[in-house]
């Protein structure tokens, strides 16, 4: 299905100028570099997920696919609680996360059918709320990080992966060649090889809606605000004065990821409210840009090359002279 | 609003319970974080094909302008040799792309952040001079004009050749894979590898021309650098010591150990300093170059296996 969507795509419009083989082939020689003309910076904007009120519904994946003409995945029953999407990919920008955390004799499933029996004669909202809470159910939404200082982004060497005038990182679909180097550099695990075309692919921010002033098709989805968007700015003073509020209610576990750099990476333009360690919501937890390494490995690489040389050089001298 | 503010409250309790660690359930915590790249076999061959471009080259460079009168005719055959495992290697690169059609969007700029930029400009310019000097090695007149351009164009091309071999390390240790992100020495152990390869070339070619005088220094060379790659190789598996004793037990660590170190490093040093003999020598690079590629593969494995 999706190999034919590529297909079509690919045919000639009328409206498109002719073209002879020659046009063709110096056309995809050349485009790749030339340059239009960047857009005027525009106030950063982002996305903040506050996990605490994700109700797991997945209305943010299928937007998303379905305004990103996004392929789908297939169906694969993953084992882990309702999470059957498993990873973000090529063709996955979003990736609704879930984490049971109840005691091993008191699974959902018992709860329910221990319920069940008395849903039809006591189900009333002061006993559902009356009811023994013996654990819970972590959900939340991933997605790129659009980090500030993005890996992914220092690593492309085709000059695919760009800011945007609103900060976000945006993978140029015609440029991408597919070297995966933005892979490799990603420590959260976002960007995905499409096997259809060969090219990296992302969330994208909704960058097309954006452009239109329209929110991006997941937030506008999220029925709970579990996904906000806007300047990031406020809604990093939003997500603070949430913390504040959750603590304020007992929720001391509550924190933001991503919403300050550390001194191994930079903030988070897509950051999140989390409720425990950020390893169980499968975030790293303390991200590390692998380019603080980079002058030192350079300089090991050369003392390498280095010490080579002089050995060469020495036995040459030694016996050649 | 009364049930609302209720309800809010209960989530905020239910959130605040199951600080019991016997009902906290780890999540994706045991999960590895980070998506492995698609390189596989192609990007062994490769780190070995830069290795022994690069490496031949440079040691021949060296070598013709260090001692010119043993060295040159060697180096002559080295260079249009160098040139065929270049445009192999750049082959392999261009295969492993997603897209290879767009393998020229490498050059749409020029990021010295990114290891890939670096190395694809440094192979590009690398390529240029190394082609003018092979192309004269071959001219079967013997011209003064077209020996200085030659001299020029290897001078100009070992700049260039030397970055070609330093990027492919720091590409892969500067990146978020396990394994990959703990080798600081990776870019060390791969650059004198690059060296010790092409002395090793070189000292083959030296044996195949009936170079003896080559053949004398080249050898003492080629011991001299196994044993400081054996230094750097022991840098690099003490980086990589953590992700190595999760991906294999003791035994088959001791099995790669003893095919990296032992039969790749160790057997050849040996080989070489028992005698001069032409089967020994032939076996010992024949060993070197085996155990770069078994290393090289063991290299490019380490996320996957991860995962």
Not at chain 1, 256 to 265: I, M, N, V
Not at chain 2, 43 to 60: C, E, I, S
Not at chain 2, 152 to 163: C, E, F, K, S, T
Request: proline share 6%.
């Amino acid at each position: 299905m999706a190999s034919k969507e590529i297909e079509v795509a690919a045919l000639g419009q009328k409206s498109d100028p002719p073209r002879g083989r020659l046009s063709a082939i110096l056309g995809r020689l050349i485009d790749p570099f030339r340059r239009g003309t960047p857009p005027e910076p525009r106030p950063p904007t982002g996305f903040f997920t506050d996990t605490t009120v994700c109700i797991g519904c997945k209305a943010c994946e299928v937007a998303c696919k379905q305004w990103n003409q996004l392929a789908a995945d297939g169906f694969h029953w993953s084992g882990n609680s309702y999470d059957n999407t498993e990873a973000l990919s090529a063709t996955s920008w979003r990736h609704v996360k879930f984490i049971e955390q109840f005691p091993p004799d008191n699974s959902p499933s018992r709860l329910v059918s221990d319920n069940f029996q008395s849903f039809g004669t006591e189900f009333s909202l002061e006993a559902l709320l009356n009811e023994p809470k013996e654990g819970r159910w972590l959900m939340m939404s991933d997605v790129c990080k659009h980090c500030v200082t993005a890996p992914c982004q220092q690593a492309c060497p085709t000059g695919a992966i760009i800011h945007t005038e609103f900060e976000n990182v945006f993978i140029q679909p015609d440029i991408c060649n597919g070297c995966s180097s933005c892979i490799s550099a990603c420590p959260f695990g976002v960007i995905t090889r499409s096997s259809i075309d060969g090219h990296s692919h992302k969330c994208t921010l909704c960058y097309d809606r954006q452009r239109d002033g329209l929110v991006p098709a997941c937030a506008k989805a999220c029925p709970t605000e579990s996904i906000q968007f806007g300047p990031v700015d406020q809604l990093r003073e939003r997500a603070r004065k949430r913390v504040e509020e959750l603590h304020r209610r007992g929720v001391t576990a509550a924190h933001l990821y991503g919403d300050t750099a550390s001194e191994s990476y930079s903030r988070l333009n897509s950051f999140y409210l989390l409720v425990d360690r950020p390893s169980v919501y499968g975030l790293p937890d303390n991200p590390f840009n692998p380019w603080l390494h980079m002058k030192g490995d350079y300089a090991r690489a050369l003392i390498g090359g280095f010490t080579a040389i002089v050995a060469l050089l020495a036995v040459l001298f030694v016996l050649g002279g | 609003m009364e049930t609302n503010s209720r309800l809010q409250t209960h989530m905020a309790l239910s959130l605040s319970r199951s600080r019991d660690p016997k009902v906290r359930g780890s999540g994706y915590a045991s999960e590895v974080v980070t998506k492995a790249p698609a390189w596989h076999g192609l990007v062994a061959w490769d780190m070995l094909l830069n290795g022994m471009t690069t490496g031949l080259f440079l040691v021949a460079a060296i070598s013709e302008l260090t001692v010119p009168d043993v060295f040159t005719s060697v180096a002559n055959i080295a260079y249009p040799i160098a040139l065929v495992l270049l445009l192999l290697d750049l082959l392999f690169l261009v295969f492993d792309l997603g897209d290879a059609l767009r393998f020229h969007h490498m050059l749409r700029v020029f990021k010295p952040s990114a290891p890939m930029s670096l190395g694809t400009w440094c192979l590009t310019i690398y390529s240029l001079p190394l082609t003018v000097a092979a192309a004269i090695s071959l001219v079967p007149v013997q011209w003064t004009t077209l020996e200085t351009i030659r001299k020029i164009a290897v001078l100009i091309a070992l700049l260039p050749a030397l970055g070609s071999a330093v990027y492919k390390g720091v590409l892969l240790s500067t990146n978020s894979q396990p394994g990959w992100k703990n080798a600081r020495w990776l870019g060390g152990y791969l650059t004198n590898s690059a060296f010790m390869l092409g002395c090793a070339e070189m000292l083959v070619l030296s044996l195949l021309m009936k170079n003896a005088s080559a053949v004398a220094m080249l050898r003492p060379a080629l011991g001299l650098l196994l044993g400081l790659n054996l230094v750097v190789l022991c840098l690099l598996v003490s980086d990589l010591r953590a992700t190595l004793s999760r991906l294999y037990t003791r035994l088959e660590f001791f099995g790669v150990g003893t095919i990296s170190a032992g039969a790749g490093l160790l057997v050849p040093v040996g080989l070489l300093l028992v005698t001069g003999s032409s089967l020994f020598i032939l076996s010992a690079v024949t060993l070197i170059l085996l155990g770069s590629l078994f290393i090289r593969f063991v290299i490019v494995a380490l996320p996957h296996a991860s995962t």
